[in-house]
């Protein structure tokens, strides 16, 4: 798919990865809606990239404020035809506390965030996908990029909630593109490792290099850019569905 003047929904995309990918799409001439609830940097990313990005307040749990963002967008732009979900949560969340066992409203935010509500985007998102004529030779409508993580692989310590709402996105990825196949929708996912997002600006340089070192090659922390670069990469190629690609350096997490 061709992303030059296509429409591109962004959950997340005031900040951190979602931030880097609404650069790189918009650099490349598509058309991008944001869906955050940081009202503050949303208006100040909308102005700064001009009329084709434009800032929706999203819950992402909420139906029917995605569904009227969803409605916003299509009035704004005609078409629905990039979904990248990068909204989410990380809370620490062990199993048993020094005081008794985890709260269940800490886990239940987290899956709620993350899993169900990547789900909710999504659904209503490509039903508006499978409305519009084929873009591609090969009668794509749509393309669909949901965010895992390495912890739904290897969670550490303290990630039992973070790892099954990032377990569930893996778990979901081929049956839904298998679901939205006869619409001509493709849906991948992506498994970032360690990023440096700005919330690592405030660790330590000895936080950073012993993160650093982690990393099997190079031994660096990601960067949002190359996370966006394979988002573009995911939506370019049109054989690519189903699937679930690491950006992570090597890394296999420890326990802590």
Known sequence: MDIKGKTAIVTGGASG???????????LGAQIAIFDMNQTRGAEIEKELGDKVRYFSVDVTDENSVQTAINATMEAFG????????AGII??????????????DQFVKTVNVNLIGTFNVLRLAAYEMAKHEPVTECGCRGVIINTSSIAAYEGQV??????????????????IARDLERNGIRVNALVPGIIHTPMFDSLGEDVYDSLSKTVLFPKRLGRPDEV??????????????GE????DGGIRMQPR
């Open 17 to 27: 990865l979602g931030e880097g990918a609404v650069r790189r799409l918009s650099s």
């Open 79 to 86: 078409a629905i035809h990039i979904l990248c979900n990068f």
């Open 244 to 247: 679930a690609v690491r950006l």
């Open 158 to 175: 303290g990630q039992a909630a973070y790892s099954a709402s990032k377990g569930g996105i893996l778990g979901m990825t081929l049956p």
């Open 91 to 104: 809370q620490p969340t062990k199993t048993l506390t020094k005081t008794g066992p985890i709260e269940l």
């Open 228 to 241: 966006a670069h394979l988002v573009q990469f995911l939506i370019e190629n049109d054989y690519i569905n």
